[in-house]
Nanobody, 122 residues
C-alpha cells in the first residue's frame, strides 16, 4: 500500500528554518518523482518543489527559490524540504505527493499525504 507521511512542521518566527520530511512506502524513491505542495487557509494549493531522485533533477517554485531546497535519501526512502528564511506568507499545510510518473511534471498528485502544518509568526 502506497503511503506518504509528512513530519517536521511547527511554529517559527520570520527568518527561521524548518526541515520537513516525507517518508514514502509502497514504492522506492527512485521509481517516481515526489513533490511538495502547500495550502494556506482559504487559498488554492500551490506547488513548492519536486525531485526525481533517479537523476537528481529538481524544480522549485519562484516563490521559494533560493530559500527552500528539496533532497532525497534513497536508503531512507525519504524526501526532505529544507526551508530557510521563512516568511509570514509561507504559513500553510505542506503535503508531499506523487503522480506516479518518472519525471517532475505538474505539482500535486493522485496520492498525497495528510500534511504537516508550518506556521510563521512573530
Amino acid at each position: 500500500q502506497v503511503q506518504l507521511v509528512e513530519s517536521g512542521g511547527g511554529s517559527v518566527q520570520p527568518g527561521g528554518s524548518l526541515r520537513l520530511s516525507c517518508v514514502v512506502s509502497g514504492f522506492t524513491l527512485d521509481a517516481y518523482a515526489v513533490n511538495w505542495v502547500r495550502q494556506a487557509p482559504g487559498k488554492v494549493q500551490e506547488g513548492v518543489s519536486c525531485i526525481n531522485v533517479r537523476d537528481n533533477s529538481t524544480t522549485v517554485a519562484d516563490s521559494v527559490k533560493g530559500r527552500f531546497t528539496i533532497s532525497g535519501d534513497n536508503a531512507k526512502n525519504t524526501v526532505f524540504l529544507e526551508m530557510k528564511d521563512l516568511r509570514l506568507e509561507d504559513t500553510a499545510t505542506y503535503y508531499c505527493a506523487t503522480h506516479f510518473r518518472t519525471y517532475c511534471s505538474a505539482y500535486g498528485g493522485v496520492k498525497r499525504g495528510k500534511g504537516t502544518l508550518v506556521t510563521v509568526s512573530s
